[in-house]
């Protein structure tokens, strides 16, 4: 609700997932500029990283080998 009406913004934090065999942890940055977004995700190995980046019809994944995936949306 805080960011409700931001069109451009910046969220850091710390994140934990876990499903019933296995987790994990690390930091995030989320820079919003209007329609177009950045989502960093560091874990706590750098083979964990990545980086999503969203504009209008295209999204792109920069995983921490280097692999790039392309689509139209992030979805």
């Known amino acids: 609700a805080a960011l409700a009406g931001r069109s451009n913004f910046e969220l850091l934090g710390r994140i934990a997932v876990r499903n019933r065999d296995s987790g994990g942890s690390g930091r995030f940055d989320w820079q919003q500029r209007g329609a177009a977004y950045t989502l960093n995700f560091l874990g706590p190995v750098a083979t964990r990283n990545w980086r999503l980046e969203v504009r209008p019809g295209k999204a ?10 392309l689509a139209a949306s992030a979805e």
């Open 60 to 69: 792109v994944l920069i995983e921490a080998d280097g692999a790039i995936r």
